[in-house]
C-alpha cells in the first residue's frame, strides 16, 4: 500500500505560481506512475498531468499544457506539480495519485489505486 500527502496549496493571484508537493510511503515509489487530479466545486475529478516510473515520460492536459510542470524524485519519495501562470479556472482541490498498471502512466482516474486528501488551490482575479 501507498500513503500520498500533498501540500504547498494555497491562495494565489491570477497570473501568480505555486508548486505542489506529493510525498509518498510505504512502497517502492518506482514501482509506480504518477499522476495529478483536480476537483473544482460542482464539477468531476479531471485529468490534469502524469509522469512514468522514471519520469521519461509526461503528459498534460490540454488546458494545462505550457503552463504546469509535473516531475517526480524517486530518491526523495516525492512528486510535484509546478503551476505558472495561473488562472481563476484552476481553483479547484488537487489530488496526486498512484498507479501500477502496465502503462507507461495513466490518464484515468480510475487507473489509479492510491490518492491523496487533496490540498486546496484558490486563484483569485
Known amino acids: 500500500q501507498v500513503q500520498l500527502v500533498e501540500g504547498g496549496g494555497g491562495l494565489v493571484q491570477t497570473g501568480g505560481s505555486l508548486r505542489l508537493s506529493c510525498a509518498a510511503s510505504?512502497?517502492?515509489?518506482?514501482?509506480?506512475?504518477m499522476g495529478w487530479f483536480r476537483q473544482a466545486p460542482g464539477k468531476e475529478r479531471e485529468f490534469v498531468a502524469a509522469?512514468?516510473?522514471?519520469?521519461?515520460?509526461?503528459d498534460y492536459a490540454d488546458s494545462v499544457k505550457g503552463r504546469f510542470t509535473i516531475s517526480r524524485d524517486n530518491a526523495k519519495n516525492t512528486a510535484s506539480l509546478y503551476m505558472n501562470s495561473l488562472k481563476a479556472e484552476d481553483t479547484a482541490v488537487y489530488y496526486c495519485?498512484?498507479?501500477?498498471?502496465?502503462?507507461?502512466?495513466?490518464?484515468?482516474?480510475?487507473?489509479?489505486?492510491?490518492w491523496g486528501q487533496g490540498t486546496q488551490v484558490t486563484v483569485s482575479s
Open positions: 495519485a498512484a498507479s501500477r498498471t502496465f502503462a507507461d502512466y495513466e490518464v484515468a482516474a480510475g487507473r489509479y489505486s492510491y
Open positions: 509522469i512514468s516510473r522514471r519520469g521519461r515520460a509526461t
Open positions: 510505504g512502497r517502492t515509489f518506482s514501482d509506480y506512475s
